[in-house]
């Protein structure tokens, strides 16, 4: 593994000329022209954007947006096109079946097993949607309910997304490796009454019961004097004969076949093809208000219960059609992979509406990136001939622990962008992405953002941004960034702060579920008339914007404001780390100091000469100061299922605290017992 030498980690990297010719934005100049009007004239550069979705009844005119971001003023609200009514199911599908794009592949499905795959088209899809609106219907779900679903990656969790958005209900997706204490927590929370399940699934070897979890989930809600009414189960994993009834020609009978471990419950279970077989495949979409809820998902908040961000309909339609079509560049032909689970945000918006609301044809991946082999994914870029791929900076990095030759051995030529998300990338990752993976020829796109924002808000242009490794560049279309101080002053050119945005965007949530006042605590109290993104932030010299982590994960060394993220990227510059977190720590004199968990590459040792080579690295990278006090020799990092390493967990470690609080988003707590047992001899 090459380290990141000052030259490759510093230049500027330009987008390459043939990509830039044909792309929707060809240069840093005309993305400043379009950028100053969605800032200066939001309701011209929206306004056109709109034009090309089906609005039933349009925008009251001279009602295009209002808003208060300033809880000093009132109320926090945010609106956008009142007046409107429109359906987003509609626009993501059947304006497309009729536009002559019902042949159209929407996904290509790839199982787990790499020889199991099928694939659909927008007009299959659209038949599916409605018979499952209809089923919906037929069970009393109405618009405004909350509908709890907890599936894997398959079609029908499209499907059963669409099926809600279709008639208005709200949908309440739970990531489908959430523990039945997460489930039922979220859809109390909701109160979903109706929970849509599949038998099971399988990822690389491990097989997750989903019905037996749902199952669990649905008694503790009943502890609570909670009835869930409904449960539908997709039969996913049994047998030949009754998945032959759906709608996708799957070869079921390929997969492990498994049989239920849990009972059918008679009068609460329905199994989804059955209901499914007799339902009408054309259903009316109900026309809803521009600013009625299209879903919430649940996002972990720094302290207290999992927040219920609540994105609107024709506002998060429009900027995640929007950033969909420029951050990766989107064209006609392009074949789109992004590996996140729908589960999650990245998933909702970027596996699901951003693409289809563009009538693009995507990879929906059910497995795990490294089965059978650490090749998968370049054995699936080649497969499908896959031109943009969105992953994130953990996968990147653990592809990277395996070398370049599992990546060589797949061509890749297809791949014309490249993006990431989640957390900040280290330029060493950033290199291998931008060098190993796309061959020196691709764009990347470090597209900065979060659950609450709806859709990207920093991030590159393909054809158009000179890319820094490690930044996030400048802001998309409509976001008007700032960096304040402590005391919510705006900083001026070169600086470090709190970023903040000082204008709303179609696509920033409009609520937390069912606590409005959580809202403008969580994100508008502490900087008013601001949004406050809770990441810290760099701007250089030429306005690049560089997020260093959540200010939660900021400490303080005698004085100096540092961040996990920048100590981490000095560690992992060093050739024999793989992985770094870095959490604070206090200290008598200091304050706070550092103690930083690494991960070896493989065949590395642990030793003293490592130690001291390591805190050499941080004090010749940031400072004397940033030296971490404590090298933990980690074999593993504890992480949510998502793959954000949980620092709150290794804060505990650090300090020998065994009593780690919630930890059900834990994708693999054994590693945290390792941690435990091998902490430093001299604390
Ligand atoms: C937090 C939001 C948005 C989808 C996935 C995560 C961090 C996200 C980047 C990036 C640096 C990033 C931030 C943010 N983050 N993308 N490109 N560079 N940091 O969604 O769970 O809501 O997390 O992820 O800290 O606040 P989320």
């Known amino acids: 593994m090459a380290s990141a030498s000052g030259d490759q980690a510093t230049r500027l990297y330009h987008p390459n000329p043939e990509l830039q010719k044909n792309a929707h934005v060809k240069s840093i100049e005309d ?116 509908v709890a679903i907890y599936m894997p990656m398959i079609p029908e969790l499209v499907i059963a997304m669409l099926a809600c958005a279709r008639i208005g209900a709200m949908h309440s997706i739970v990531f489908g490796g959430f523990s039945s204490d997460s489930l039922s927590g979220r859809m109390l929370d909701a109160k979903s009454s109706i929970l849509i399940t599949a038998d099971g699934v399988y990822r690389g070897t491990k097989l997750v019961n989903l019905k037996q979890i749902s199952d669990e989930a649905v ?55 059955d209901v499914m077989e007799g339902a009408s495949d054309k259903c009316e979409p109900v026309w809803l208000d521009a600013e009625d809820p299209l879903f919430m998902l649940y996002t972990s908040g720094s302290t207290g219960t999992p927040k219920g961000v609540v994105h609107s309909q024709m506002g998060y339609l429009l900027y995640a059609a929007t950033t969909f079509k420029y951050s990766f560049d989107h064209h006609k032909d392009d074949i789109y992979w992004c590996t996140a689970d729908i589960g999650w945000i990245t998933g909702h918006t970027y596996v699901c509406y951003g693409p289809m609301a563009n009538g693009a044809t995507s990879v929906m991946f059910e497995g795990a990136p490294l089965y059978p082999d650490e090749s998968r994914c370049w054995q699936i870029v080649d497969k499908y001939n896959i031109t943009i791929l969105y992953t994130a900076p953990t996968l990147i990095r653990t592809l990277m622990k395996y070398g370049e030759a599992p990546v060589k051995k797949y061509s890749r030529k297809s791949l014309r962008v490249l993006a990431t998300v989640g957390e900040p990338i280290n330029p060493e990752a950033w290199l291998f992405y931008y060098n190993v993976i796309g061959d020196g020829r691709c764009s990347i796109s470090d597209t900065f953002w979060q659950t609450e924002t709806g859709g990207h808000t920093l991030t590159p242009l393909p054809g158009a941004t000179p890319m820094k490794p490690g930044s996030a560049t400048f802001p998309f279309f409509g976001i008007a960034p700032a960096v304040v101080n402590e005391k919510g002053e705006e900083l001026e050119g070169v600086c470090e702060g709190y970023l903040v945005f000082k204008q709303p965007w179609p696509g920033v949530m409009r609520t937390v579920y069912g606590d409005h006042e959580r809202y403008e605590s969580t994100y508008f ?66 304050g706070e100091a550092c103690y930083a968990f690494v991960t070896l590459i493989e065949g590395a040792e642990f030793n003293d000469k490592l130690i001291l080579e390591l805190k050499k690295q941080v004090r010749s990278k940031i400072g004397p100061f940033a030296a971490p006090e404590v090298i933990h020799n980690a074999p593993g990092l504890p992480k949510t299922r998502s793959g954000k390493i949980m620092r709150r967990v290794l804060r505990k470690i650090a300090v020998n605290d065994h009593d780690l609080g919630d930890v059900s988003t834990m994708a693999d707590s054994t590693v945290v017992d390792i941690l435990f047992e091998n902490r430093p001899k001299e604390l």
Request: glycine share 8%; proline share 4%; aromatic share 14%.
């Open 31 to 146: 993305y400043k022209k379009l950028y100053d009007q969605s800032i200066n004239e939001p309701e011209v550069f929206w306004s056109k954007i709109a034009e090309q979705f089906y609005f039933k009844t349009p925008p009251t005119e001279g009602k295009f947006l209002e808003y208060n971001f300033n809880v000093n003023d009132g109320p926090v609200f945010v609106k956008w096109f009142q007046g409107a009514t429109t359906n987003v199911c509609y626009n993501v599908l059947d304006r497309h079946v009729e536009n002559g794009l019902g042949d159209r592949i929407a996904f290509y499905w790839e199982g787990n097993d790499p020889d199991d795959s099928s694939k659909v088209t927008y007009g299959q899809l659209l038949k599916g949607v409605c018979k499952f609106a209809n089923v919906l219907k037929q069970h009393g779900v109405k618009k405004g309910d909350r």
């Open 219 to 273: 008694t503790l809600c009943k502890k609570q004097d909670f009835t869930v009414e409904k449960v539908f189960v997709v039969r996913h994993l049994g047998s030949a004969e009754a998945s032959s009834n759906g709608d996708r020609s799957s070869p079921v009978a390929k997969r492990p076949c498994y049989s239920l471990t849990t009972d059918f419950h008679e009068g609460r279970d329905v199994w989804w093809h």
């Open 525 to 590: 109290r502490q900087f008013p008339g601001y949004y406050k993104t809770g990441d810290g932030c760099k701007r250089d010299e030429d306005g690049y914007y560089w997020i260093t982590g959540r200010i939660d994960d900021m400490f303080n060394v005698s004085g100096h404001l540092l961040s996990t993220a920048e100590i981490e990227s000095s560690l992992i510059e060093h050739s024999k780390i793989a992985e770094a977190a870095a959490v604070a720590y206090p200290h008598p004199t200091k």
